[in-house]
């Protein structure tokens, strides 16, 4: 009985020590399976960084997307090969090395642009040149910005505005200041009364012939 239960508690522990002795899928003789692949997309014209670039595992479910930066960074395996795309850019592969030494690499991708160049094409708004002479000829154009700028701009017209219009929020704060400085002026004194000034005075009958104080309809 004794012979069996040790051979029963052999024939458990031989698979479990197998599986001891195998090597770790990150050191085997000092190489890495798994790689911390990190680094920067950039334009081949000016080195400026490429956001938002995938970068995928081909024939894989993993990779990732570049910062706002071109920085990239995630786990990938040895022997990876990298797909690079982006918008406007020929797609790029990087196989990652099988030969690294530890479990870190960096790499800075250049990325070219992806340029069509299409044929020239001119585009006119008539069939012909003739139809277009004429309808361009018929043309009623609008007044030249000049010419309204002139004619806005007339003495007679930018004073009748400036008569009709209300004083704006500088002029009204100009008025009130000026109230205000001519109480603090006067303060614990009578005002001055207009009625003994003979420059008023002038002032009034000069308003009274000009018809200043006659009843507008």
Excluded: C
């Amino acid at each position: 009985m004794k012979k069996f239960i040790t051979l029963f508690i052999i024939t458990l522990l031989i698979p479990i020590f197998s599986y001891s002795q195998k090597k770790s899928p990150n050191s085997q003789d000092g190489k890495h399976d798994l790689v911390q692949f990190s680094g920067v997309v950039v334009e081949g014209d000016s080195l400026k960084p490429v956001p938002y670039t995938s970068i995928i595992v081909q024939n894989g479910h993993r990779g990732t997307v570049s910062d706002y930066f071109g920085y990239y960074s995630f786990v990938a395996q040895e022997g990876d090969t990298i797909e690079f795309s982006a918008i406007g850019f020929n797609s790029a592969f990087f196989i990652i090395p099988d030969t690294l030494t530890n479990n870190k690499y960096s790499l800075i991708q250049v990325l070219t642009m992806d340029t069509v160049r299409l044929a020239i094409t001119d585009v006119y708004p008539w069939p012909t040149k003739e139809q277009f002479k004429k309808a361009f000829l018929a043309l009623n154009l609008p007044e030249d910005d000049i010419i309204r700028a002139d004619r806005n701009m007339a003495r007679a017209d930018v004073k009748e505005r400036m008569t009709g219009m209300a004083m704006d929020a500088s002029l009204n704060y100009k008025y009130n200041m000026q109230q205000y400085q001519s109480k603090l002026y006067y303060a614990g004194q009578l005002p001055p009364n207009n009625l003994l000034n003979p420059i008023a005075w002038a002032k009034f009958i000069k308003a009274w012939k000009n018809g200043d104080f006659k009843k507008k309809n």
